[in-house]
């Protein structure tokens, strides 16, 4: 059953929603080649009103593919190169003196956008890392006692670099469990680097998301609409029940000194109905749980230091929970 929801000028049903934001990944592969599953979690986090933390090498199309994804879904976006100098008036904006009118105004930071790329977040310091925590968690900035909400949608797509620790702040486990999830950019394989080359060969300008032919495919109301349907998604209390005993088992593996909080657990329920109402169903199953638990769940554990040295992985830590963990039926 098909139900229309009326999101601001225009009706919208949940079908045309989903084809809609379906519709997403092939308008960013228009520009960026073979990354399909980090743009459905970038969509997967708009659902959810969550935020992503992406980790790969330079050179991968990060910024290109918030630029990309941007455009398909007709939302504004902003990018800021976190340096060591940084300061958190430089994000969030500040009272500027006006000498025309004798007063004080209030000057918009980056922050107020829909898509805010936070490049290397982890190259400046922890007081202008947390001047993001209010903007993430409670969607507004506070300057001078004064509370300005951000737009709608607002999502914060933050990189580090997986390779380059020197001159880096460690994000914070408060900060990090922020994060809906922590998505991995992986290099292309050597078909897509062909394609790749073969695209800028052609005249391919990354600076010209138009001239690659990337055009709006959604918007606000089939996000809206989409947001209703994920979050009526039927859960069963055993599913329920997994996903609570899947964060349970972190907490007491043995190769990890912090476990899933609460608040991850919640996220992982979340992101697992947005991405079953994106694959067609109203119902969440064990499947959609696991298959969103490593990029929701990998970045709030921490390995033990004996685990690292011994070369253990968190997803791989992750894997044997999977597997060790019951799945009802």
Partial sequence: MTTARRTGSRAVTEDDARAALTAVRTEV????????AVVTGLVIALLCRGHVLLEGVPGVAKTLLIRALAASLSLDNKRVQFTPDLMPGDVTG??????????????????????????????TPPKTQAALLEAMEERQVTVEGAARPLPEPFLVAATQNPVEYEGTYRLPEAQLDRFLMKL?????????????????????????????????VAGRPELDAGRAAAN?????PEV????????????????????????GATYLLAAAKAWAWLSGRDFLTPDDVKALARPVLRHRVQLRPEAELEGASTDGVLDGVLAAVPVPR
């Fill in 240 to 263: 329920l029940g997994y996903v609570v005993d899947l964060c349970r088992a972190t907490r007491s593996a043995p190769s990890l000194s912090l476990g899933v909080s609460p608040r």
């Fill in 184 to 216: 991995v950019v992986p290099l292309p394989d050597r078909d897509s680097e062909i394609d790749i080359l073969t695209r800028h060969h052609d005249g391919f300008d990354p600076r010209d998301l138009a001239g690659a032919g990337v055009r709006p």
């Fill in 29 to 36: 592969a228009k520009a960026v080649v073979g990354q399909d």
């Fill in 232 to 236: 009526a998604v039927t859960v069963t």
């Fill in 94 to 123: 500040s009272l500027v003196y006006d000498a025309r009118t004798a007063r004080f105004e209030f000057h918009d930071g980056p922050v107020f956008t829909n898509l805010l790329l936070a490049d290397e977040i982890n190259r």
